[in-house]
């Protein structure tokens, strides 16, 4: 063989090896874009608004406490362009040059000693101009409560994410977390939950102006309990995020979480007018149960982008609603289901029955409402379902498991879910 030929076999070789490392390389980007998402959306989403994360404090468990320094704009909704660290991840402070730093805020003339010359005895001064960086001014709200924020120390906030299921959980969770730290909630004015419910949290106004430069705490895993966070030191005040999904945090006080979330009248009146509704259809379809009122079972179906989702969502199967179905007519004989779903069109072909009615065309806080006026639940995926089942108080059915296992979605929740769903609930495939 040739040295010529040699050379060639061996370029092939070690392209053929260059592909196949880029091919490996892609693929883990890939899947590791997937496991930081959730990280994104709990610095970027849940805290860009609220923080200015300085540096990322390891305890010596590796739990993540992340501090936070003040803003120094005058509105609210001026954020800093400095990239947001994850929770995770420890950050490095470059060394302070101090002797390059002077705390005067006026010109100051100092001199520098030139380079000694051969035979030279003296040195020339060389003037030098510096300035001092200005001393930051204090922080100046439109509310007079950031006095009292800053002085009493014994304040808890949240700044909620996502739609109506997440921000009753992390109401919910704070809630409670605030009452087993003996501090007082605080919530934005603007809160989109005070739309709905009558809360029993002190509203502010100007809300992000108030709580700014306050220690963010947050959980371990988002679908988890972590003890943590119900023995919070006293002296600061803290502000917790970001979706704390578990009812563990407010088992304590479930019924004044039940209470404070009761749909205000006119929305409650819309579901009650929508459940009549259901009734006098089903006693057409079925004249010889007229004068009996059914047993009502509020079923949610979600799907909608947790149907693609590369993070780790499953969707309930049609398996799964037919056994759970089943449960509730064999020991219900007379069973109206009651069906809300992001995706009807797929529903009404999965879930079908002269006993079921499908509930259109209302906004999400009516359709809720309309799945907590009933005796029983039938849920699928996704926290919507989830208060849902909670909020109604009867028997709730629910999928096993919402999360496809190894992935990071699965990362965040408890062995078993004991975690997040309760254990009077009953799992079904």
């Known amino acids: 063989m040739t040295r010529q030929g040699a050379y060639k076999i061996v370029s092939l070789r070690n392209f053929l090896i260059l592909i196949v490392f880029a091919v490996f390389t892609i693929l883990m980007a890939y899947q590791w874009h997937h496991e930081l998402q959730v990280y994104h959306i709990f610095v970027n989403s849940s805290m860009s608004n609220l923080y200015q994360p300085s ?45 390059t730093i002077t705390t005067s805020s006026k010109h100051i003339l100092t001199t520098l000693a030139t380079p000694s010359t051969k035979g030279a005895t003296t040195t020339t001064p060389r003037p030098v101009l510096t300035t001092a960086p200005p001393k930051p001014t204090p922080l100046t709200c439109r509310n007079p409560f950031r006095n009292e924020y800053i002085q009493k120390k014994d304040f808890l906030c949240c700044r909620p994410i996502g739609r109506l299921g997440n921000i009753m959980f992390l109401y919910a969770s704070s809630y409670g977390i605030a009452a087993a730290n003996n501090r007082t909630l605080i919530v934005d004015k603007d809160l989109s939950l005070t739309k709905y419910f009558q809360l029993n949290a002190q509203t502010v106004d100007d809300f992000g102006c108030v709580v700014r430069g306050t220690m963010g705490m947050g959980s371990r895993q988002d679908c988890a309990f972590d003890e943590r966070l119900m023995n919070i030191t006293e002296g600061r005040n803290i502000c917790v995020g970001s979706y704390l999904q578990s009812y563990k945090y407010f088992e304590h006080v479930q019924g004044s979480i039940k209470k404070q979330f009761t749909f205000k009248k ?51 199967t049609p398996e799964y609603l037919g056994n759970a ?22 529903t009404k072909k999965h879930f079908v029955g002269d006993d079921v009615f499908y509930v259109e065309g209302n906004t999400f806080d009516v359709d809720m409402a309309v799945l907590v006026n009933c005796d029983h639940s039938l849920t699928s995926v996704g926290s919507f379902g989830w ?33 997040y769903f309760l254990p009077s609930w009953i799992g079904m495939k």
């Open 387 to 419: 208060w849902a089942g909670f909020l109604t108080g009867g028997e709730v059915v629910y999928y096993q498991w919402p999360a496809v296992e190894n992935t990071a979605l699965r990362r965040h929740f408890s062995a078993n879910y004991t975690d």
């Open 325 to 346: 179905s089943k449960y509730y007519r064999d020991k219900y004989p007379n069973t109206l289901f009651i069906v809300c779903s992001n995706d009807m069109a797929w």
């Open 55 to 99: 540096a990322a404090i390891l305890n010596k468990t590796q739990n993540v406490i992340w501090t936070t320094s003040v803003f120094r704009a005058s509105s609210p909704r001026q954020a800093s362009t400095t990239p947001s660290t994850p929770p995770n991840r420890q950050t490095t402070t470059p060394p302070v040059r101090h002797n």
């Open 266 to 316: 006119e929305i409650n009146d819309k579901a009650t007018g929508i459940i009549n509704g259901a009734i006098n259809t089903f006693h057409k379809r079925n004249a010889t149960v007229k004068d009996t009122r059914p047993v009502l079972v509020g079923v949610h179906v979600r799907r909608g982008d947790m149907v693609k989702h590369k993070f780790g969502y499953a969707v309930a």
